[in-house]
């Protein structure tokens, strides 16, 4: 049975799951000189650049980042490559985003995974075509559309960004 999602709907869901408090907690213990944060609207040029939440350092620095958010845990991470199949629209990673991080967390436990944006583009464009091949391909389909991701293990993603930290001429 193929189930329908509607972009309305999961929208709606990743908004109320925003409103979590344990995000303030997250922020505050990966960034130690957290000042504040602020949820993007959803419907801005900032949220159409991938920006979902602006975190204020103490040291003036205001970091931009996309949050999305799945309601199970599991031992992977989805990488969307298309967006609308219909029409070819690329998904979120082929994106140039105005995001500093990737905030990937697993709703039930409150685990997230803070992911370096450069750094987590740079592992897709080193291994894209080797994960589509292997591992599962996530189709989610919508009235008129599906829209597609990739299921890569969340050990995998993170040899990926760490290797993609080391620059060798």
Same mark, same amino acid.
């Given at each position: 049975?193929?189930? #329908?999602?509607?972009?309305?709907?999961?929208?709606?869901?990743?908004?109320?799951?925003?409103?979590?408090?344990?995000?303030?907690? #997250?922020?505050?213990?990966?960034?130690?000189?957290?000042?504040?944060?602020?949820?993007?609207?959803?419907?801005?040029?900032?949220?159409?650049?991938?920006?979902?939440?602006?975190?204020?350092?103490?040291?003036?620095? #205001?970091?931009?980042?996309?949050?999305?958010?799945?309601?199970?845990?599991?031992?992977?991470?989805?990488?969307?490559?298309?967006?609308?199949?219909?029409?070819?629209?690329?998904?979120?990673?082929?994106?140039?985003?105005?995001?500093?991080?990737?905030?990937?967390?697993?709703?039930?436990?409150?685990?997230?995974? =803070?992911?370096?944006?450069? =750094?987590?583009?740079?592992?897709?464009?080193?291994?894209?075509?080797?994960? #589509?091949?292997?591992?599962?391909?996530?189709?989610?389909?919508?009235?008129?559309?599906?829209?597609?991701?990739?299921?890569?293990?969340?050990?995998?993603?993170?040899?990926?960004?760490?290797?993609?930290?080391?620059?060798? =001429?």
């Amino acid at each position: 049975m193929n189930t #329908i999602h509607d972009f309305a709907e999961r929208l709606k869901y990743s908004a109320a799951a925003s409103d979590e408090p344990f995000w303030e907690a #997250i922020y505050r213990k990966a960034f130690p000189d957290f000042v504040s944060m602020a949820n993007c609207d959803s419907d801005t040029q900032l949220q159409r650049l991938g920006v979902d939440r602006v975190v204020c350092l103490g040291s003036g620095r #205001i970091l931009k980042i996309d949050e999305k958010k799945r309601e199970k845990e599991y031992q992977d991470i989805l990488l969307e490559y298309i967006s609308v199949d219909t029409t070819g629209a690329l998904g979120w990673m082929d994106k140039p985003l105005l995001i500093d991080y990737l905030a990937y967390a697993f709703m039930p436990t409150k685990r997230v995974y =803070l992911l370096g944006w450069d =750094l987590l583009r740079r592992a897709w464009l080193n291994y894209k075509s080797e994960w #589509i091949r292997q591992y599962p391909r996530i189709e989610a389909k919508n009235a008129t559309y599906t829209t597609i991701s990739v299921a890569v293990p969340i050990a995998k993603i993170l040899d990926s960004v760490r290797t993609a930290a080391i620059i060798q =001429l």
